[in-house]
């Protein structure tokens, strides 16, 4: 079994990044990004504090505005707007989920595309299911970051997706298409999940359920990924049996360590895309 090591290879992302923060910033660019929280979710929170800190050491100027739970879609909106048109900002993200009665479909429309780091726009969403993507998103774009540094080839494996969120799932399922792998999806209403995981090369598991994915689910020499982080009790943990699932898998990823640092290095990464993106570098 060989470690899908996120954290070592997010790393070298991250120096990489740096070095490229410094050579815009010698030519008079000092790379933006954007980041708005609503509310006081305290996993979102601690999500949006990681990824500002990330954008700190790598010398990418971060804006945070937090915004109380009752703010109105509008006031949402509007601030977006002001972001839009904003030139010091190449990159937004509005950190999701938002509150119940803000449409979240509206606030992702209303982003300029080009400074869409998050891929959510249906305008980016739509140019990934075509095959000429603007940006992936963060968390499936790790996973092929990945799957590229340790030279899984994806052409003809049998992929199984389990969770269909419009954050992992389904820009996964593009990102394996257009690498020509064989994809199936898993969600809520799969009828026998050990049925369809059985028998797949790669296994990618995004729910947010511990042991949800078990030894006796999986193929001997099976690729296993795990993008799921629950809290039990002072542990973090991920969809997969790790202790004994690693047993039969040639590759998988551990939590924490795995996916989560990639997700951080490519919202960098988008960032610096955004630069030329709307700078038409
Ligand atoms: N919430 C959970 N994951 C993400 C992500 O990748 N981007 C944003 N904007 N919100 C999230």
Redesign the pocket.
Known sequence: MILLDGKALSKKIREGIKRKVVELKQSGIIPGLAVILIGDNPA?QL?VNMKTKACEDVGIYSINHRMPAEISEDELISVIKMLNDNPMVHGI?????LPKHIDEERVIESIDYKKDI?G?HPYNVGRLVRGYPLYY???PYGIMKLFEEYNIELEGKDAVIVGAGN??GKPMASMLLNANATVQMCHIYTKDLKDKTINADIVISAVGKPNLITEDMVKEGSIVVDVGISRVGDKVVGDVDFENVSKKSSYITPVPGGVGPM?IAM?LSNTIKAVEVNKGL
Not at 93 to 97: A, G, I, S, T, Y
């Open positions: 979102s999500y993200l509005v950190q999701l989920p998050d959510f998103s963060c968390t954050i992992t997700t919202l």
